[in-house]
Every structure is written in C-alpha cells, then in structure tokens.
C-alpha cells in the first residue's frame, strides 16, 4: 500500500487492525478483537470532529494517526459501555416502550 495515496489506502483498508497496522499504531490483539467497531467508530467521530489544518499528505498522515492512536487507547482503559460509541448505548435505559397497537399477531 505505500505506493497509494492516503485517500486511496484509506478506501483499501477494512478492519481496526488494518488501521492500526498502516499507520504503525502498537496495539494489543486482545482489546481489538473486543473493542474494534468500537475503535473504528471512535476513529471515524475524531476525523469528522478535527479537520486537518491542512491537505499536505504526511501532515494528514500523522493526523489520522494521532487520531487513532486516541480512538484505541479509548478502548485500553475503559469500556463500550462506558465509552457510548453507537446509539445503543446512548439509550437512557434499557427498555422500550411498545403499545398494543404495534403489537401485531
């Protein structure tokens, strides 16, 4: 993938540990296979939050990596509970109301 683009090596990768592997991110199997939607997500929400200052190539490179380094360390000390990545989690509790009327045989 060296030869790619940023943008074009960020449309190839797939999964956290892609990621983390491109941008030379340290991280712990372990937490990963736990947490790595999770990360992702968090990755994701940190690069829509914080703009790069600029479109210089390795600039944006340290950027993202900066990024996803936060996003995985979210993980490495806390929880995806704890941590509400994904509206299920944001929900204040955990039931839901359903009436008669949307109960359907």
């Known amino acids: 993938m060296d030869e790619l683009t940023l943008d074009e090596a960020m449309e190839e990768l797939s999964s956290a540990e892609d990621f983390l592997n491109y941008f030379g991110v340290a ?7 736990v947490n790595r939607l999770h990360i ?11 703009a790069p200052e600029t479109d210089d190539e ?3 490179r340290a950027h993202n990596k900066r990024f996803l380094e936060l996003a995985y360390q979210d993980f490495t000390t806390s929880d995806a509970v704890t ?13 839901a109301f359903v009436s008669l009327g949307d109960v359907k045989r």
């Open 27 to 33: 991280y712990d199997p372990a937490v990963v296979h």
């Open 40 to 50: 992702l997500q968090r990755f994701h929400d940190y690069l829509a939050h914080n």
């Open 58 to 60: 390795d600039t944006v």
């Open 83 to 95: 941590e509400k990545v994904f509206a299920v989690f944001k929900k204040a509790s955990g039931t």
